[in-house]
């Protein structure tokens, strides 16, 4: 079975990172990119002559309408990822959405409910979760082999992108562009979040974008505290604001030790590991070092094919949504955030890389 897939958003996210994981499936025979759509005329363009894929589209809806995708791609600006996404499903595909699933608590509460009777799966970024280091990492946590998790730290940032305006206009910024990685991260070890403290704001007003100066209306800094009841705490530090570190990405601190995820959680390095029991650091490397982050994709083929479920749950990404909100919000209002939704374990019983699909041949970094 070859599975055909349309895009919509043909910018750097598609022609770098998730172009090659395609280009490496359909030289497996898996899947087949028919189908691409962006209202800009020039990248339209460049697709076509670069794929050989029909770009005719005068909207979004046009492509979602072809009746013979399988899957489709939303990799769009982030204020266009809910209704698209919820539209794909609701013509009867399969989807795999790029972070943020929307921007909005109804607009994402809109896209679960297409979700939970649609008959194509949805799969929402980041996709942390399919890195080796990450499952091994939850493994051990699950086994107990630091003890009860009590306290964490996470971080993710850079000096802000300059390609588009719209990370620093309303419904873009350093929450839903970075800190969703570490959410992800850190609420799938410890479950969910029940309330939130935040400090958010924008630290540099200005910044060049598209070759122009624009005011930033988007957070670009934030530190956020998570409470997970139980008096079980993490942080998360993010934001347009970091030139460089040298530290872990995510740091856990359990009752018998503690692990620490190196590089960042959308491009580990392994893991060290400390026991009491063992009274000795212990070093993991990552298996997979070109893992690639688009890796949901792959994913999502291998459980349509199989007919599984997917390890993550939509559930996660619309938890990890009302988190950033709720810290924004806290942030403007100088309070504690209650936080109402929750999310199942992954389930890590879906399928593994499929032998042959290429993983492991592209660096997401060098995109």
């Not at 309330?195 to 598209?210: C, F, H, L, S, Y």
Request: include cysteine; charged fraction near 20%.
């Amino acid at each position: 079975m070859t599975l055909n897939i349309g895009v919509l958003g043909l910018g750097s996210v598609f022609c770098g990172p998730y172009a090659g994981l395609i280009t490496r499936l359909e030289q497996a025979g898996r899947v087949k990119l028919v189908a691409g759509y962006d209202p800009d005329p020039d990248k339209r363009a460049a697709a076509t002559d670069r794929f050989g894929i029909d770009t005719s589209f005068g909207r979004a809806q046009d492509l979602i309408d072809r009746d013979d995708l399988d899957i489709v791609l939303v990799l769009t600006s982030m204020n266009e990822h809910g209704s698209l996404a919820r539209a794909a499903l609701e013509a009867g595909r399969h989807v795999l959405v790029e972070k943020p699933m929307a921007t909005s608590v109804p607009e994402a509460t809109a896209l679960l409910e297409a979700a939970a009777v649609a008959p194509g799966q949805l799969v929402c970024a980041p996709h942390v979760a399919l890195s080796p280091t990450y499952r091994e990492m939850h493994k051990r946590v699950r086994e107990g082999e630091i003890g009860e998790l009590h306290l964490a730290r996470a971080r993710y940032g850079w000096s802000g992108p300059w390609w588009g305006r719209w990370f620093y206009e309303q419904g873009g910024g350093a929450l839903f562009d970075l800190g969703v990685y570490n959410l992800t991260s850190l609420c799938g070890f410890f479950g969910s979040v029940q309330r939130v403290t935040a400090m958010v704001g924008v630290a540099v007003p200005k910044r060049e974008a598209e070759g122009e100066q624009v005011t930033v209306r988007a957070d670009d800094n934030a530190h956020i505290v998570l409470d997970f009841g139980n008096s079980r705490f993490a942080s998360v530090a993010t934001g347009f604001t970091m030139q460089k570190y040298r530290s872990p990405a995510v740091e856990l601190y359990g009752s018998a030790g503690t692990m620490q995820m190196l590089g960042d959680d959308w491009a580990p390095d392994g893991f060290e590991q400390w026991t009491n029991a063992r009274g000795s650091w212990e070093m993991v490397g990552e298996t997979d070092p070109q893992w690639p982050w688009t890796d949901g994709l792959r994913h999502l083929v291998d459980c349509v094919e199989s007919g599984t479920r997917t390890v993550t749950r939509p559930e996660h990404a619309f938890h990890a949504l009302e988190v950033m909100l709720a810290a924004q919000r806290s942030a403007k209002e100088g309070r504690v955030v209650e936080i109402h939704s929750t999310f199942p374990d992954f389930d890590y019983g879906a399928p593994a890389a499929t032998a042959g699909d290429g993983r492991g041949k592209h660096d997401p970094r060098s995109s």
